[in-house]
């Protein structure tokens, strides 16, 4: 059973930029549909990028469109999200979420379709 870890976050002012880590112990990278999503208080967990198992694929959530980027490192094992142009409303609590079963060029977007998550990590932007 895979174990995610998610590091990285922290207190930024807008316009600035953070990169999440995600190291999936138990695993590799490349055996997962991967993503991420995030939490902000008294809202429900939203999706906000996601990366095919293949890699060669990734999707954004329309409110990141632009500044987040997904992206992973077998070598590291570990599945990233570079995030610019930071903006107070992306405050939130950032969860790694990992699938094992699904078609290998695709993307997922839903949280129900995940079986994995991280404990998450808190990202707080400052205007």
């Known amino acids: 059973q895979v174990r995610l870890a998610e590091s990285g976050g922290g207190l930024v002012q807008a316009g600035g930029s953070l990169r999440l880590s995600c190291v999936p112990s138990?695993?590799?990278?490349?055996?997962?549909?991967m993503s991420w999503f995030r939490q902000a208080p008294g809202k429900e967990r939203e999706f906000v990028a996601a990366?095919?198992?293949?890699?060669?694929?990734?999707t954004n959530a329309d409110p990141v469109k632009g500044r987040f980027t997904i992206s992973r490192d077998g070598a590291k094992n570990t599945l990233y999200l570079q995030m610019n142009t930071l903006k107070p409303e992306d405050t939130a609590v950032y969860y790694c979420?990992?699938?094992?079963?699904?078609?290998?060029?695709?993307?997922?977007?839903?949280?129900?379709?995940?079986?994995?998550w991280g404990q998450g990590t808190q990202v707080t932007v400052s205007s």
């Open positions: 990366i095919s198992r293949s890699g060669t694929l990734t």
């Open positions: 979420a990992a699938k094992r079963s699904g078609s290998h060029y695709l993307t997922y977007q839903s949280r129900d379709e995940y079986n994995y």
């Open positions: 138990g695993g590799t990278v490349s055996q997962y549909f």
